[in-house]
């Protein structure tokens, strides 16, 4: 079979180097990609927006099934043109992509479903936005509608900090006019739990929990994730039962009543509260770095599983997990989440490597001949796998240990809640 592997960062290479295992595959092909990609893949020169060239590639190729990797293409419809062109993709059409795409959508399919969320009130006027602040008080989180790469989001803890955060919320989404959400700020931890959806058929994969902020101890500003590990330990089989029950299920089926139905992997974004599991927010993609450490613990075929998921065979098929743990370190650029340079070089992969367990997935890299180059601000996820999350940690910063790039920055404490909780007995 062929397939046409879409997106270009360290979660497709992750898909890629577990596409490129499966017994189905005759050959792969990725757009844009990446150095790490071009070892699994033949790399095709398309544009993620030019959804005619893909049909017309997917033609020429022969290709049986198109992966979309990141949420962007979803969002504005590529598998609507796929399908229409006849050519099978996994991922949701754009009004079932709306999950990620409209903050606004989810809340008012939560609302009207009973899906525990975080309470939350929508303003299309940020004076009236200011006013509810005032009679509520701080902390309150402030959401701008839209995609915003991560960006739309302000957990105020004073309300000068929600004023601000209305002032930009409304500035990113004035010319949409689209509503701002204000919401209750939910106290627990935060975790993410992944499902393939079929329709009606949900199966339920793996967990794990990402680092959000730049810096050790979770400090400086939000990233797009600077370390990931799976499984997590406040993941219990009931908090994972619960979520499937109260909050997935129940979002598949309204979409198959509203004639949407919802295809693709689902990651459920959680706040794991004294009451049980809330929903903060759906992705419609895997996520980054997440993949990078479930792709290394899934003991079945991705295809397989992907080919059910669009097809609706999805009762039919399992997700085994191996018990051993996986922890992906992020490796960045300086600067990175604010302006930093790209250019510098990169040595060592080859012997970091060869560590055992160890991965290394490529997110923002180019190649100059044999060299090596950095070309984005999140840059490699040296990613390995070990009986226990202590194994898997200590054998990924050993392999980092081993990387020669001056220019790039990670943080020293991925998986510390996982640790601290196995040390409480918990894990
Ligand atoms: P979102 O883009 O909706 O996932 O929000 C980004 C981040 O803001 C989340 O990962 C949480 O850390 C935080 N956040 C979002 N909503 C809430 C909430 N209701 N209470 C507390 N933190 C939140
Ligand atoms: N790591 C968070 C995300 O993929 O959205």
Known sequence: MHVLLLGSGGREHALAWKLAASPLLTKLY????????????????????????????????????????????????????LESAGIKAFGPKAAAA???????????????????????TEFSDAAAAKAHVRRHGAPIVVKADGLH???????????DEAFAGIDLAFEMT???????????????????????????????????????????????????????????????????????EEIVRPTARALVRAGTPYRGVLYAGLMITAEGPKLIEYNVRFGDPECQVLMPRLKDDLLTLMLATVDGTLAKVSARWLSDAAIAVVLATKGYPGAYATGSEIKG?????????????????????????????????????????????????RAIDLIDWPEGFYRRDIAWRALASTRHGRA
């Open 98 to 120: 709306r999950l990620e795409g409209s903050k606004s959508f989810t809340k008012r399919l939560a609302a009207a479903n009973n899906i525990p969320t975080a309470r939350f």
């Open 149 to 159: 790469a991560g960006k739309g989001v302000v957990v105020a803890m004073t309300p």
């Open 30 to 81: 990725a757009a844009p990609g990446n150095p790490g990609i071009a070892e699994e893949a033949e790399l095709a020169d398309l544009k993620l927006a030019d959804h005619a060239a893909i049909a017309a590639f997917c033609k020429a190729n022969r290709i049986e099934l198109v992966v979309v990797g990141p949420e962007a293409p979803l969002v504005a419809g590529l598998v609507d043109d």
């Open 174 to 244: 004035g010319a949409a006019k689209a509503p701002v959400v204000l919401e209750e700020f939910l106290t627990g931890e935060e975790a993410s739990l992944f499902f393939l959806v079929d329709g009606e058929n949900v199966l339920p994969l793996a967990g794990a929990q990402d680092h959000k902020r730049a810096f050790d101890g979770d400090q400086g500003p939000n990233t797009g994730g600077m370390g990931a590990y799976s499984p997590a330990p406040v993941l219990t089989p009931e908090i994972e039962r619960r979520t499937l």
């Open 349 to 397: 992969l080859e012997r970091a490597s060869e560590v055992e367990g160890v991965k290394i997935f490529h997110a923002g890299t180019r190649r100059e001949g044999a060299r090596l180059l950095a070309s984005g601000g999140r840059v490699l996820d040296v990613t390995a796998t070990g009986k226990n999350i202590a194994e898997a940690r200590a054998r990924a910063y």
